[in-house]
Structure formats: structure tokens, C-alpha cells
């Protein structure tokens, strides 16, 4: 059973960093792709940054040159580097790794982690 578990949220000043981290409970390599996912309250859960197997990555707008997604196949880890952070990036974050498979795609999601960003 895939578990994925975040780390590195917390409360931060406006203009500050802060380091996500989601270490799997396998290989990462058997996964096409892992992300980030944030929800903030009363809103759906948007993509922030996926990075795929072969290391090709893609980031929301919203976060395009502040956010940094990295991947390490020999920690079975993907982070997720936040800088110049603002008011409107409080949300939690999830962790996603996800497989293509023959009847279409397998999600495996973490349990969340809060960021907040204070004005």
C-alpha cells in the first residue's frame, strides 16, 4: 500500500520561505508523476507543481517562479521549495503521486500539511 507522508508546513510572514517535503513509503520511480495539491478553505483543490518521472515539471501560474519542485529517486522524496510566499498561498498542501494504469489513473494521496502565510 503506497503511503505518502508531508512534512515542512507552518505559519510564515509574507515574503517568506518555507520547505514541503513528501516522503513515500516506496520507490517513487513506479509512479509517472508526483505533486502538490493545495486546498484552501471554501475553495477546490488546485494542482501547485507536478514533476514527472523523467523530471519534467509544471507549476500553476500562481506560484510560477516563487515555487520550486525537486525530486530526489534515491530518498523517494519530492519537495517543494516556497518562497516570496503571500497572504493568498495559506492553504493546506497534499502530496499526490499518481500511476497510469490500464483502466486509466491510480491517485495516492497524503493526509495534508497547513501553510500559513501572514500578512
Known amino acids: 500500500q503506497v503511503k505518502l507522508v508531508e512534512s515542512g508546513g507552518g505559519l510564515v510572514q509574507t515574503g517568506g520561505s518555507l520547505r514541503l517535503s513528501c516522503a513515500a513509503s516506496?520507490?517513487?520511480?513506479?509512479?509517472?508523476?508526483m505533486g502538490w495539491y493545495r486546498q484552501a478553505p471554501g475553495k477546490e483543490r488546485e494542482l501547485v507543481a507536478r514533476i514527472t518521472r523523467s523530471g519534467d515539471t509544471n507549476y500553476a501560474d500562481s506560484v510560477k517562479g516563487r515555487f520550486t519542485i525537486s525530486r530526489d529517486n534515491a530518498k523517494n522524496t519530492v519537495d517543494l521549495q516556497m518562497s516570496s510566499l503571500k497572504p493568498e498561498d495559506t492553504a493546506v498542501y497534499y502530496c499526490?503521486?499518481?500511476?497510469?494504469?490500464?483502466?486509466?489513473?491510480?491517485?495516492?494521496w497524503g493526509q495534508g500539511t497547513q501553510v500559513t502565510v501572514s500578512s
Open positions: 516506496g520507490s517513487i520511480i513506479m509512479f509517472n508523476g
Open positions: 499526490n503521486a499518481f500511476r497510469i494504469v490500464a483502466a486509466g489513473r491510480n491517485d495516492y
